[in-house]
Nanobody, 124 residues
Framework: VQLQASGGGLAQAGGSLRLSCAAS????????MGWFRQAPGRDRDFVAA????????NYADSVKGRFTISRDNAKNTVYLQMNSLKPEDTAVYYC??????????????????WGQGTEVTVSS
């Protein structure tokens, strides 16, 4: 499984960005796709997750109502639409894949595959 994240960049507070994660190398019906982020000097934190088969979602409290995770099965791509960005959203964002049908994991150790990060900077 290979994951390729893209879409990061610079945004102003209140603005929007959309991250993409292109997945390849296997069938993904039994996977959950997640986004995590890591700010300098901090741990890697859960942002959002989506079940590839069922479409169920899970969000960190800090992004609920502002971020939306979605998937395009035909393109094997997961998106993270980020609206109402805040300076505290500044981080390197990583996409990840976990073998899971029953739950939407929010801990990094539960994920089996990781993409490279894409950097998001939000200016005030």
């Amino acid at each position: 499984v290979q994951l390729q994240a893209s879409g990061g960049g610079l945004a102003q507070a209140g603005g929007s960005l959309r991250l993409s994660c292109a997945a390849s190398g296997g069938g993904f019906n039994s996977y959950v796709m997640g986004w995590f982020r890591q700010a300098p000097g901090r741990d890697r934190d859960f942002v959002a997750a989506i079940s590839w088969r069922f479409g169920g979602t899970n969000y960190a409290d800090s992004v609920k109502g502002r971020f939306t995770i979605s998937r395009d099965n035909a393109k094997n791509t997961v998106y993270l639409q980020m609206n109402s960005l805040k300076p505290e959203d500044t981080a390197v964002y990583y996409c990840a894949a976990a073998h899971s049908l029953a739950t939407l994991p929010n801990l990094s150790y539960e994920y089996n595959y990781w993409g490279q990060g894409t950097e998001v900077t939000v200016s005030s």
